[in-house]
């Protein structure tokens, strides 16, 4: 079946320090993979996504992240947050070529200690 | 960019009324989706839509229906709403880009 798994809740990291939020994906396919952020009460922004080519994806604000096919990873990184990346954040797969819908995780909640 | 517009922030309604919730993208996009998110279950598919008239079932879409009979407006109908429909719904459209979400409608049922 296909699945996203973030395995962290919450995450709570000072101000300055470097953040990974992990993501694993099982999917019968190779498949799209995206990063949204969501802050309260807002809809999903997209923050970076991986279709083809070199497996490090930079997005915006700051944040990368890595596609590791022998792991079925995809996990976003940040190397010193601000207090305004507080917010949700969601992994999701899509079929390649596809007019499928996208698979979410359950989100990984960001908090930012100053 | 492609931009997804949800015509209520927020809505509250009683049991039993008929919901409307509106989602208009203003691109030519054939693929629009509706997700309802509730907290620790993530987003999760109501239905999905090809096409003008065309509509698919997503994981969840029990006590709702869809209409599609423009391509940049994708509604969301709620036959009689129930409290367990109070939640947060997010209208997608799909691009060459990815996925584009409107702001998101918080529904209250009382």
């Known amino acids: 079946a296909q699945s996203v798994t973030q395995p962290d809740i919450h995450i709570t990291v000072s101000e300055g320090a470097s953040l990974e939020l992990r993501c694993n994906y099982s999917y019968g396919a190779t498949p799209y993979l995206f990063w949204y952020v969501q802050s309260p009460g807002q809809g999903l922004q997209l923050l970076l996504k991986y279709f083809s080519g070199d497996t490090l994806v930079q997005g915006i604000k700051g944040f990368e992240a890595e596609f590791k096919r022998s792991q079925s990873s995809f996990n976003l990184r940040k190397p010193s947050v601000h207090w305004s990346d507080a917010a949700e954040y969601f992994c999701?797969?899509?079929?390649?070529?596809?007019?499928?819908?996208?698979?979410f995780g359950k989100g990984t909640k960001l908090s930012v200690k100053p | 960019d492609v931009k997804v517009t949800q015509s209520s922030r927020y809505l509250v309604k009683r049991t039993g009324e008929k919901v409307f919730l509106e989602c208009v993208q203003d691109?030519?996009?054939?693929?629009m989706f509706w997700y309802r998110q509730d907290p620790g279950l993530g987003l999760r598919l109501i239905y999905f839509s090809y096409d003008v008239k065309m509509k698919e079932k997503g994981d969840i879409p029990e006590g709702y229906s869809v209409s599609r009979e423009k391509k940049e407006r994708f509604s969301l109908i709620l036959e009689s709403a129930s409290t367990n429909q109070t939640s947060m719904y997010l209208c997608a459209a799909h691009s060459a880009y990815g996925y584009t979400f409107g702001s998101g409608t918080r529904l209250t049922v009382v």
């Open positions: 691109m030519d996009h054939e693929n």
């Open positions: 999701a797969v899509g079929a390649r070529g596809s007019q499928g819908n996208l698979i």
